[in-house]
């Protein structure tokens, strides 16, 4: 019996030795895995930090190269709008000294038709006046010779009463002449009224078509650009955090196996007189 009870307590001991070997080992692998981590997690942080460093720096140079290239294009369109905004006014400019020079030498037709028409009509009427005149001298030889007729063979009261006659055939013919030339002056004065009329309308429509005298626009604002953008450095990412991995103590197995085998051997009876021992 004493010797199962020493086997049994040699078989404990062993194995809390054993134990406490391998919680060593154990405890041994879980630090080298735990550094190992720690060494990844360091790489991993170093290797973000990059990136997001170059990332923000490719950010700032993109912005600065869209913004510059925005602003010169800014300002190149500004100069062709401003450019154009010029010849415009002055192709307006030529446009209206044409409209000028144009509306000054109709004036100057209508003008140059209206004397002509003055004249045509002052020319009609000094040939109704020397119509006038020749038919009045017609008329007055006429009636000379009339009279002079009328005295050849005749005397006293007849030849009285036949100059009467003439005389008054006479005196209605001038009035009838008096009364045209009247009407032919009348219609006269209305002609040259209605050619001072035609001029005076056709004068307005020439000025009514005459452009408007441009004026030049005021100066298109110089672009000017957006405030500089505000930017954030970004954060720095740390390791990951690698808790202590937990140890197994080799003590307890040993003290566990020397527990039991000194139970084993407490259980042994040692007194030779029981003759268990």
């Known amino acids: 019996m004493a010797v199962f009870a020493g086997i049994s307590a040699a078989v404990s001991i062993g194995s809390g030795i054993f134990g406490a070997s391998q919680a060593s080992k154990a405890n041994a ?4 895995a735990a ?7 360091k790489k991993i942080a170093k290797a ?11 950010d700032k140079q993109n912005y600065a190269n869209t913004r510059a290239y925005e602003w010169e294009t800014a ?5 062709y709008n401003q450019s154009i905004q010029d010849f415009n006014y002055l192709q307006a400019v030529k446009q209206y000294g044409k409209s000028v020079e144009n509306t000054r030498d109709q004036l100057t037709y209508n003008s140059i038709a209206a004397m002509q028409a003055y004249e045509s009509e002052q020319a009609a009427l000094n040939e ?8 009045r001298q017609d008329m007055l030889v006429a009636q000379l010779q009339s009279e002079g007729k009328s005295s050849l063979g005749q005397a006293g009261r007849s030849r009285t009463k036949t100059l009467q006659a003439s005389i008054a055939d006479m005196g209605r013919n001038a009035a009838i002449m008096d009364a045209s030339l009247s ?6 004065q209305r002609n040259m009224f209605d050619i001072s009329l035609s001029k005076y309308g056709a004068d ?6 005459m452009m408007i005298q441009p004026e030049r626009a005021p100066d298109i604002p110089m672009p000017t650009q957006a405030p500089e953008r505000i930017w954030i450095e970004p954060m720095e990412v740390f390791p990951e955090t690698i808790g202590a991995p937990i140890k ?3 003590v307890t197995p040993i003290l566990s196996g020397l527990t039991s085998g000194l139970n084993s051997l407490a259980s042994i009876d040692w007194n030779p007189k029981t003759g268990k021992g």
Not at 35 to 41: D, S
Not at 48 to 58: G, H, I, P
Not at 204 to 209: E, F, I, L
Request: charged residues 30%; positive net charge; hydrophobic residues 30%.
């Open 204 to 209: 307005m429509q020439a000025k009514a078509s």
């Open 48 to 58: 973000t930090n990059e990136y997001n460093l170059r990332v923000f720096e490719t």
């Open 75 to 79: 300002v190149k369109n500004w100069q």
């Open 183 to 188: 009407s032919s002056f009348e219609q006269s």
């Open 128 to 135: 109704l006046l020397a119509e006038d005149r020749f038919n």
């Open 248 to 250: 197994q103590s080799p």
């Open 29 to 32: 692998e879980s630090e080298a």
């Open 35 to 41: 550094r190992k981590a720690r060494r990844r997690a």
